[in-house]
T-cell receptor, first 114, second 108 residues
Framework: NAGVTQTPKFQVLKTGQSMTLQCAQD?????MSWYRQDPGMGLRLIHY???????DQGEVPNGYNVSRSTTEDFPLRLLSAAPSQTSVYFC?????????????FGDGTRLSIL | TQLLEQSPQFLSIQEGENLTVYCNSS?????LQWYRQEPGEGPVLLVT?????EVKKLKRLTFQFGDARKDSSLHITAAQPGDTGLYLC????????FGAGTRLTVKP
């Protein structure tokens, strides 16, 4: 099983460039989310979706957009990259109630903004 | 101030030693999850605790949820190099929140 697949694995951008981080899951999970992980700060929720057509903001949404047109895909868009967005980004999915169901994480996208 | 405070931040021990790491908060939660993350990978769920005072065991790992459901601990008995990783606690508080983690290194 592929689980949660993130692409690309690594990316270097210049300040002001835009890009889309891809996330796909093959488990038919309704709940999907994006996190960023920075040293000493753990994982912080950027945006999440409880199903196709529904998205909501997490703890640190500024500078990022998301959409959920299908159950399988949940892309994260950086509109105008800034050095503060240098981080490791993780996508996760869950089958239902995330308070007691596991989130399945991808292996991350390591993003550097110069 | 983070919602979840994990301690210690770093821990380096020899194989065979026992250890305990902590996840503390001033808030009450309906449940708490522990994840382990290895380098270059995403976190993997170890356990979910839901009842105050609950103790769950996963082989050499023992998880406890505080009576007041504000804190949790993870105890590892006879640590092995394979236990090396970042241990994260997480709760649902309007959305998912993670602690900063305890980075454990077990030396052979």
């Amino acid at each position: 099983n592929a689980g949660v697949t993130q692409t690309p694995k690594f990316q270097v951008l210049k300040t002001g460039q835009s890009m889309t981080l891809q996330c796909a899951q093959d488990m038919n999970h309704e709940y999907m989310s994006w996190y960023r992980q920075d040293p000493g700060m753990g994982l912080r929720l950027i945006h999440y979706s409880v199903g196709a057509g529904i998205t909501d903001q997490g703890e640190v949404p500024n500078g990022y957009n998301v959409s959920r047109s299908t159950t399988e895909d949940f892309p994260l868009r950086l509109l105008s990259a800034a050095p503060s967005q240098t981080s490791v980004y993780f996508c996760a999915s869950s089958s239902g109630d995330i308070t007691n169901q596991p989130q399945h994480f991808g292996d991350g996208t390591r993003l550097s903004i110069l | 101030t983070q919602l979840l405070e994990q301690s210690p931040q770093f821990l380096s021990i020899q194989e065979g030693e026992n250890l305990t790491v902590y996840c503390n908060s001033s808030s009450v939660f309906s449940s708490l999850q522990w994840y382990r993350q290895e380098p270059g990978e995403g976190p993997v769920l170890l356990v979910t605790v839901v009842t105050g005072g609950e103790v769950k065991k996963l082989k050499r790992l023992t998880f406890q949820f505080g009576d007041a459901r504000k804190d949790s601990s993870l105890h590892i008995t006879a640590a092995q190099p394979g236990d090396t990783g970042l241990y994260l606690c997480a709760v649902y508080n309007n959305d998912m929140r993670f602690g900063a983690g305890t980075r454990l290194t077990v030396k052979p």
